[in-house]
């Protein structure tokens, strides 16, 4: 499968994509309403497309006992379809597991007209990198694939620049997500892909829930055959992004206004990477190893009205100690950020 001329463009381009959250009720069972729910709030946003399937929708959507992978997919494509969009609309899968696992979940996502898959590199820590290289290899030659460097402290793992660099030149790659919290490893995949021969090829997004701001706003510049190449991260596949959609999308515009018009007001979006950072502590909890990452982005759904609770598939799976107390502080502090006036009448 290629990828279609105007989801390319606007991949590179440059958009927001929210990683899909999974609404449950009270007793633990999917809420399609609210499922369905949550896709329109990011069409109504003005998001650029979604990612379903991924971390944020919780690797348990997997298990054979609960058996939600292909359902979310398939609720999510339906209300795009509904929706009737004169817009492209990009839909990313996310793709997890062995080779054949992920090519397994790469036949769901065409068979739901999905037009990438965010493969993860999870779970993978016996392998060799050659080993890895041949499995996106094996999912490319399926569908266009999202390519994802997930930070180790989530399931990730550490990649070579040489990794880095081979992944790049593999066709039907259009995107990277770089999430590897990590600046080391983020100028890894920046000058890896530079220096491939498909450096035109491929949009980069940040991941980078620490640096969201400054990732959208940096010039990467490397000398190559005596020429300077550019290279800039062009929007994010986020989880943070989930949540306060309609301020990202409104956030990601004026990124793209600065760098247009000589960097003007550079100064004020500096500010804002902070308190966005800020926000995402909160959300994302590193203080607890991420424990109640998923949990916290609910948590702020759910002041909105968009989920009826915070519940996840594991029981254990909530906020951490402290955690409420600092959602309720970024959410004093930066009244800006949030779209809850959006979400009362959209």
């Known amino acids: 499968m290629t990828l279609r001329a105007d989801i390319q463009a606007l991949l590179h381009a440059g958009t927001v994509i929210p990683a899909h959250p999974l609404a449950l009720d009270q007793n633990r069972q999917f809420d399609e309403k609210r499922q369905r729910g949550l896709t329109n709030y990011y069409i109504a946003s003005g998001a650029g497309g979604v990612a ?50 992920a090519l397994n979940e790469a036949n769901l996502a065409l068979k739901y007209g999905y037009d990438l898959g965010l493969l993860s590199m999870g779970g993978l820590q016996g392998w060799t990198e050659a080993a890895v290289l041949e499995r996106v290899r094996a999912v490319a030659e399926v569908i266009p694939v999202f390519g994802f460097y997930l930070q180790p402290s989530v399931g990730g793992r550490i990649f070579s620049y040489d990794f880095w660099h081979q992944f790049a030149e593999i066709p039907n790659i259009h995107a990277i997500k770089v999430a590897s919290f990590n600046r080391y490893q ?73 760098l247009r018009n000589d960097n003007a007001g550079l100064a004020e979006l500096l500010t804002r990477n902070v308190e966005v950072t800020d926000s995402n502590a909160a959300f994302f909890d590193p203080s607890h190893g991420f424990h109640g990452c998923i949990a916290g982005l609910h948590e702020v759904l759910r002041r909105q009205g968009l989920l009826d609770g915070r519940w996840c598939l594991n029981p254990a799976e909530d906020l951490s100690p402290g955690q409420l107390e600092e959602i309720n502080r970024v959410y004093a502090a930066y009244p800006h950020l949030n779209d809850d006036a959006f979400v009362k009448h959209f």
Do not use: M
């Open 186 to 258: 983020t100028l890894d995949v920046v000058r890896a892909v530079c220096h491939s021969s498909r450096r035109d090829e491929i949009a980069l997004y940040t991941g980078n829930d620490d640096n969201i701001v400054v990732d959208l706003l940096t010039a990467y510049r490397f000398q190559i055959d005596e020429k300077t190449v550019e290279k800039r991260f062009v929007g994010g596949l986020l989880g943070h992004w989930a949540v306060w959609t309609q301020k990202a999308v409104e956030l990601l515009a004026e990124i793209k206004t600065c």
């Open 52 to 101: 379903v399937g991924v971390h944020t929708t919780q690797f348990e959507i997997r298990d054979p006992k609960i058996n939600l992978y292909e359902t979310v997919l398939r609720v999510a494509a339906e209300e795009i379809a509904a929706a009737q969009l004169d817009r492209p609309f990009i839909k990313v899968a996310g793709l997890v597991g062995p080779t054949q696992q």
